[in-house]
């Protein structure tokens, strides 16, 4: 009779220690998928005259390519961001001379550069990325601005200012980190070049 009381209580401790290891579990893995990933966001200050209609690119994922029409040797005109696969709309105008970069995968843009003329526009945009390729349009006229991430691992979200339908008047940037999903691409390098439609 003792060996039987003693092997129940035995089993019924053997389970409760196992729903309880089960519970305790299931707790940990609930909190792990809740927290949040950080952002690490922040964001540049707007520098220009910002004269005209606010604007602000948005799109889902990362930046992988920009467009700039410019006036030859002279302002900004217009700007383009693409997410993804996506273009964006143009912010300003698309008529100038236009300049593009494609990004390649896991290419990011990590610092924006440029000058402009306090009571003017825009004057040079120099977009460049975490492998050191850049962008440059405009004319190197006016003071100077430098762009880059409070935080290493951010990079450019989307960018904000004022435009006046000939050119962009301000231009401030917003950074943070992007998650995205592994690329099925077997590790080839690539620019998606098949995604550049949308002029």
Known sequence: MTFCISFQITT???????????????????????????????????VGSGSGNSYSTEGIGRITAVRIWENYSSYIRGIQLRYGYSWGPVIGSSSGTEQEILLFDGEAIIQVSGKYQQHNYIYQLVFTTN??????????????????????????????????????TSLGAHWGMVYEEPSASNGTEHSMEEATSGH
């Open 131 to 168: 492998r050191g390729r850049s962008l440059l349009a405009g004319q190197a006229s006016g003071e100077s601005f430098n762009f880059y991430p409070v935080h290493s691992e951010s990079e450019l979200r989307f960018i904000s200012g004022r435009q006046n339908g000939s050119g962009i």
């Open 12 to 46: 019924e401790f053997s389970v409760y220690r196992m729903l309880s290891l089960l519970i305790v579990g299931l707790c940990l893995c609930a909190f792990t998928s809740a927290v949040p990933m950080p952002q690490y966001y922040s964001y540049s200050p707007a």
